[in-house]
């Protein structure tokens, strides 16, 4: 039977320093990457918090830039003054009285050179997807202080003589976006407007870019302000208002006549301009 082997004294020092030594260096190395853990993780806090400081920073200034603009524009708003029709309105919700009110038009405008009117078109707006109610409103001015409204969803039609108006190419219909108002009428009505467009129809938005040298997407606002320095009513109540109910209020009649009113008096600047240019 053998003896188990003891080791001397020293040697079993010695051994027990070794250890004792490895296992400070790993518990120093483990200590080393709880700090660096430690110091990572206050890095990463410090880091959010500069970002999330930068951030509200930012957001501050933006909101406080917002704010001044909105300030800005309302002073500018209030005293800019409003481009409306007040002149004479002939309001049309008869069949009988639309064909002769259109057959004076066409009378008056027939021996001009150069016979234009302001053209505009209403309708309720529809909050369903996929159906738009049918043209309730033409608006139509012949004159910087005569507009007439046509309220043809009263008529269930486009009576003959406003049809014969519109199809009149010695009569031109200008608006902003016209073209899409016009084919609009084609599919709410009969009435085939392809030679509206070819011959007496004109996009105010296009002829300004071509007149003023620019590229501009224009609404009737944007035009206003840029030729007159003036505002238009776009009060999205009266706007989305119901304009196939009879009769019109007061409020509906004026916003529905100054949009026509509005498109007579830009084309009519611009006219100007390009004569006075040549």
């Known amino acids: 039977m053998s003896k188990k082997r003891h080791l001397p004294?020293?040697?079993?020092?010695?051994?027990?320093?070794?250890?004792?030594?490895?296992?400070?260096?790993?518990?120093?190395?483990?200590?080393?990457?709880?700090?660096?853990?430690?110091?990572?993780?206050?890095?990463?806090?410090?880091?959010?918090?500069?970002?999330?400081?930068?951030?509200?920073?930012?957001?501050?200034?933006?909101?406080?830039?917002?704010?001044?603009?909105?300030?800005?524009d309302h002073i500018m708003?209030?005293?800019?003054?409003?481009?409306?029709?007040?002149?004479?309105?002939?309001?049309?919700?008869?069949?009988?009285?639309?064909?002769?009110?259109?057959?004076?038009?066409?009378?008056?405008?027939?021996?001009?050179?150069e016979a234009f009117v302001g053209f505009d078109m209403e309708w309720p707006v529809s909050y369903k997807?996929?159906?738009?109610?049918?043209?309730?409103?033409?608006?139509?001015?012949?004159?910087?202080?005569?507009?007439?409204?046509?309220?043809?969803?009263?008529?269930?039609?486009?009576?003959?003589?406003?049809?014969?108006?519109?199809?009149?190419?010695?009569?031109?219909?200008?608006?902003?976006?016209?073209?899409?108002?016009?084919w609009k009428l084609e599919r709410d009505y009969d009435i085939h407007v392809i030679d509206i467009i070819k011959n007496s129809m004109e996009d105010i938005g296009v002829l300004a870019n071509k007149i003023l040298g620019c590229k501009e997407h224009w609404s009737l606002e944007g035009l206003v302000k840029h030729l007159f320095n003036h505002k238009i009513n776009k009060d999205p109540i009266l706007r989305k208002g119901d304009w196939s109910k009879y009769p019109l209020s007061e409020e509906q009649k004026c916003y529905a006549a100054t949009d026509a009113y509005v498109s007579y008096k830009v084309y009519e600047k611009l006219m100007n301009k390009q004569s006075s240019d040549l």
């Open 77 to 113: 708003n209030e005293q800019t003054k409003e481009m409306k029709f007040e002149g004479k309105l002939i309001y049309s919700s008869h069949t009988n009285d639309c064909n002769m009110l259109c057959e004076d038009i066409e009378m008056a405008l027939c021996d001009l050179t």
């Open 129 to 182: 997807v996929g159906k738009e109610d049918k043209t309730a409103l033409i608006q139509i001015c012949t004159a910087p202080d005569t507009c007439y409204l046509f309220h043809i969803s009263c008529m269930g039609c486009i009576p003959s003589n406003l049809k014969s108006l519109l199809l009149n190419k010695h009569i031109k219909k200008v608006g902003v976006n016209i073209e899409s108002d016009i």
């Open 9 to 72: 004294d020293w040697m079993v020092l010695c051994k027990s320093r070794k250890m004792e030594e490895m296992q400070e260096e790993v518990n120093q190395k483990n200590d080393e990457k709880v700090q660096k853990r430690k110091e990572d993780i206050i890095k990463e806090k410090n880091t959010k918090f500069d970002k999330a400081l930068q951030s509200a920073k930012q957001k501050f200034k933006e909101e406080k830039k917002e704010a001044a603009s909105q300030v800005f």
